[in-house]
């Protein structure tokens, strides 16, 4: 087999940790020796083992001598493991081959660094593009400052996200509702504005039982990580017998410098405007908590100002194969008066759920 094909195997496993490692990366490694797989393992929760050092304890002393593909620069400082570049060196694997650069300051070629003056063979960029899909989150906050933004929205065909009247359940069917807790599930937080919480009373939870995961006991484990629900009150209007007040997980209220909000409710003062909160300074200050994904999931105009402060880095939009007709109300709150000033989106993967289509958008 190639470098390619052992290092795809390393992102399979990476893709295992997909719910789990936040905030750290998502992260696996193969252990080669002798033309075949001696050991393997991923990052599987924050706080544990990091991918080489589970793959380095399953190949045991066959780890000498042989060549370590890991899909992300092994970490050369002391966070809550050891790092995993004195692990390799430790075992005497002879060569390591990896998918990118870690963009982690602490590391940012230092693993590679501290690995080369070992003796060791260090090949780079295996990969590296789909390596890099497996952490979006964590790649932005750690070359930015900040958090990677997935905005979820659900529409009919014809671009109806409710009826008039606000009616909105359901558009989409089960299996599409079922990928949307999957999204929630990979998230740090979830993000969503006062005006939906008032009309649908949303939890904003991650719930095992609609994951769609064949293992309920897995389904168990991702469900107990619940993201940071955040919601955007600029009055002060959140009720304090609201759902999103009584789940499992943290909820955090955002409002304006001087509103005046429940005692006991983890608030952020925002500045405001007339178009509303802060919002990057929102998404500043939950990077600086370690917000690596963030999913927005509101309404029109919560999401329009998304849009067109240039803050979404993805859209996933469901669309149910109905019609709602020209009274219901629209996908996005988007003033746009020129064909000059339309929003060009690049769309790059479109698949059924279910019997809805989802169209994954990059901005």
């Not at 809550?80 to 070629?109: F, W, Y």
């Not at 959140?238 to 209220?253: C, D, F, I, N, S």
């Amino acid at each position: 087999m190639s470098h390619t094909q052992y290092m795809a195997q390393a992102i399979a496993l990476a893709k295992k940790g997909l719910y789990s490692t936040d905030p750290n990366p998502r992260v696996g490694c193969v252990l080669v020796k002798d033309g075949g797989v001696v050991g393997e393992g991923y990052h599987q929760k924050a706080g544990e083992g990091h991918a080489e050092v589970n793959a380095l304890r399953a190949a045991g002393d066959l780890a000498k001598g042989a060549t370590a593909y890991v899909t992300l620069e092994p970490c050369s400082h002391f966070g809550r493991t050891p790092p995993c570049s004195d692990g390799l060196i430790k075992a005497g694997v002879h060569e390591v081959v990896c998918a990118m650069q870690d963009p982690n300051p602490q590391v940012a070629g230092q693993g590679f660094a501290k690995l080369e003056a070992a003796g060791i063979k260090v090949t780079k960029g295996v990969l590296e593009e789909q390596a890099r899909l497996l952490n979006p989150g964590f790649i932005k906050r750690m070359e930015t400052g900040m958090p990677f933004v997935r905005l979820k929205m659900a529409s009919s065909l014809d671009g109806r996200t409710a009826m008039q009247s606000g009616d909105s359940k359901w558009i989409t069917g089960p299996a599409a509702r079922a990928d949307v807790q999957r999204l929630r599930a990979r998230s740090s937080a979830i993000i969503s504005g006062i005006s939906s919480i008032l009309h649908d009373d949303s939890s904003l939870t991650v719930r095992a039982k609609e994951l769609g995961f064949e293992d309920q006991e897995f389904s168990e484990f991702v469900a107990n990580r619940q993201p940071l629900r955040v919601i955007l009150d600029s009055q002060g209007r959140l009720p304090k017998q609201a759902k999103v007040l009584q789940q499992r997980g943290e909820t955090l209220v955002a409002v304006k410098h001087g509103v005046q909000v429940h005692v006991g409710i983890d608030v952020l003062p925002l500045n405001a405007d007339e178009s509303g909160l802060d919002l990057r300074a929102l998404l500043k200050e939950l990077a600086n908590r370690q917000c690596n994904e963030i999913l927005v999931e509101t309404g029109a105009t919560l999401a329009g100002q998304f849009i067109d402060k240039g803050l979404v880095d993805e859209m996933v939009l469901y669309m149910a194969p109905s019609f709602m007709g020209s009274e219901a109300r629209p996908l996005l709150h988007l003033p746009i008066n020129d064909m000059a000033e339309k929003h060009s989106l690049n769309i790059v993967d479109t698949r059924m759920v279910g019997d809805d289509i989802r169209l994954t958008i990059k901005f």
